[in-house]
């Protein structure tokens, strides 16, 4: 606890909000451009969902099993790892069990698909809705890109890059339907945006939840979580979602080339 500077606290929260405004991004594609390039968005999914997994597997839960074997007992320790890893896993399945499927955010909407101006109070619903669902989603990840900087600023960057990727899909979800009911792009933008400031209060939340109570040991088991919470997206997201583009083999790119930046810049970091 009292290793942890205030300018890793700051730099942590700097990366969530970064990663959360990126919402903005997919505000900014819905209002200049008329339909979505499906190609890019495949593959860029696909790469996010690389980099997702590699360090989960390869940075979070090892180092999360070393810490924890060098605690308690090989086996506990062990136990204790994989326990947080399943539970991360299980606290986004909760999460999402929360958002009803008809309103999830993580259902593909091309923009040409969602460029209709009918039924406008109907729309407003559907955009303010899919605003609160991103925002929900958004929580947790805002904890997982907090507490990997907080130990490594290099995997905190790469989770938040990764994260921000795919926050851009999100934002044309929450921004379209808003701007089509009320015509108004500021309105728009704002919604989309303060869907993802839950990215940075998440990271708030885990600081004022945990701080009092961070040792080694808890440090790894949130490793651990996040590792977990990080697989959850990206198979019931990322991937699923690089596939509705219809671009399977361009996504499969992705998850490679993702892996294999990520590799690289662990290595040479």
Not at 97 to 116: A, F, I, Q, T, Y
Not at 125 to 137: D, K, N, P, Q, T
Not at 229 to 238: A, P, S, W
């Amino acid at each position: 606890m009292e290793n942890i500077s205030s300018s890793q606290i700051l730099y942590s929260l700097l990366l969530t909000l970064i990663a959360g405004l990126a919402t903005g991004v997919g505000s900014f594609i819905a209002f200049f451009f008329k339909h979505s390039n499906r190609k890019f968005l495949s593959f860029a999914l696909g790469f996010s969902g690389g980099v997702m997994i590699y360090i989960s597997m390869t940075e979070l839960l090892p180092e999360a099993q070393h810490t924890l074997t060098g605690i308690y007992p090989a086996r506990s320790g062990l136990l204790l790892a994989l326990a947080a890893f399943f539970g991360g896993i299980l606290i986004a399945f909760l999460i999402d069990k929360l958002v009803p499927s008809h309103e999830n955010p993580h259902e593909v909407r091309r923009l040409e698909e969602m460029d209709s101006p009918q039924h406008r109070d109907k729309i407003l619903r559907s955009g303010m809705l899919f605003a609160l669902a991103v925002g929900i989603h958004n929580f947790p990840e805002g904890m997982a890109v907090f507490v990997s900087a907080i130990s490594n600023p290099g995997t905190g960057l790469s989770i938040a890059v990764a994260i921000a990727i795919h926050n851009i899909p999100e934002g044309i979800t929450v921004s379209v339907p808003i701007y089509h009911a009320t015509n108004s792009r500021k309105k728009a933008f704002l919604y989309s945006a303060l869907s993802g400031l839950a990215e940075p209060c998440g990271a708030l939340a885990a600081w004022l939840i945990f701080a009092p109570f961070l040792t080694p040991a808890l440090l790894a088991v949130l490793f651990a979580a996040v590792a977990g919470i990080m697989v959850y997206i990206t198979f019931d997201e990322l991937l699923p979602l690089a596939e509705e583009y219809g671009e399977h083999h361009l996504s499969i790119a992705g998850v490679i080339i993702g892996m294999m930046v990520m590799a690289l810049t662990l290595v040479f970091a």
